[in-house]
């Protein structure tokens, strides 16, 4: 019987088991060391029985597609306890770390090596250029800005990520990731969201405090300068704000709108009818000079094209879903596989990102179902810019910082209603 004819399941399982034995009992810098020997190294490790284990896993027929989960679920089975106690956070790095010293096994040389070492190297090597990876990757990015907080990132949009908690869970995790992985993320994700709406209030609070209308003395003994927190100017905050939480329409607020029309939408008496209202919805904030050029045409004919076999029927929380999802990908992008986003580039050019996000937003406030769908958009927008230098794409940078701002006063706990 040939030696790896244990199920690759249990083996994979003895894996797991294993770190989760030595995290509760080791240092960070111990088991860092246990995983470099097992994973990164290849040479002998201290316990026989689970190095037996990881030649069975790389030395199956199914290690080219499996290896890069396993490893994946190793490593997140370390990040979310030390996640979970600041002291050992900087520990999160190292390990990530480790997959930048993994260079491609020598075509020569290595010939005693077993043949199970060889492999390893081998599907390490390969981890390092895999979705898995990139997502460790994108995750240290976050972990070493939370560190040690620095507005002067590297240039590549990617050093951005930290930023935009909305997209954490798109850009951080995907379709295969482990319980372990999503807990680690979506603790996260909380933490600096609460952050930004602390950082935004208290900005704004002494914005107020030292506004041209106190007087000299209230002014001279307001709160001290809080530093803006996101990349938008001092008066592009203070634009943004004002058109978010005021009267977009000279009496209405985006709240009022949305629920306006979602008022209206429960007496439609057809999904035709619907769509005409939806159209005429979103197209009262855009400029007429601009709607009417082309704008306005293309949304009324993805609007009319939408789902035509329903349109004698009466609506249905599927068909507000169905449809909202079709127009994000009409205003945003489709997909990863065909990332083209011609619209959306023409209406941040022609509108500006204020009044580009307040159209997304505007579509999330009437089915909130839709807002993680609109969050993968342009998480898709993200990741296909990703290594492109900040300066080159200034406008994706500015709706993001734009398209932050209108999430977290209108989905936050953030309450900045007193600067109307």
Known sequence: MSSYS????????????????WVDREPPEALIQRFKSLFIDGGAYSDREISTALAQVVCSGSADEEFRFVVNR???????????????????????????QVQARPTSGGLYRSRSTRRLQDLVVDF???????TLRRLARVLSEQLEPNRSDSQDLGMLIPRYPYLYEHCLLNDDSVSEQKSTVRKLQAERQRQ??????RYV???????????PTAAAIAAPTVQNPTLLGDRALGGALKHYLGRVDGSNTYRDLAQGFMTRSQHTPSYRVFKNDL??????????????RQFSN?????????SPENDDRRLSDFLVVRTCSQLLNFLVVESPQNPRHFVFMDLITNLGPVVTAGLLLKIVLI?????????????ILFNHYESCEQATVQWLVQVLETMNLALCLHFGNIDLSFIR
């Open 298 to 306: 293309q949304l009324y004919q993805q609007l009319r094209v939408a």
């Open 279 to 292: 159209f005429e919805y979103i197209t009262s904030s855009v400029d007429g000079d601009y709607g009417a």
């Open 74 to 100: 190793c490593c997140h089975i370390l990040i979310n306890r030390w996640q979970a106690r600041s002291q050992f956070q900087p520990a999160v790095l190292d390990l990530i770390a480790l997959f930048d």
């Open 128 to 134: 390092t250029s895999t979705e898995q990876c990139l």
């Open 6 to 21: 244990r199920p690759i399941e249990s083996s994979e399982q003895a894996l797991y088991d294993h770190f989760l034995q």
């Open 205 to 215: 609070t002494s914005m107020v405090r030292r506004s041209p209308a106190m007087s």
């Open 367 to 379: 089915c909130r179902k839709v807002k993680p769908y609109l969050e993968r958009r342009l998480s």
């Open 196 to 201: 930004f709406e602390v950082d935004l209030s």
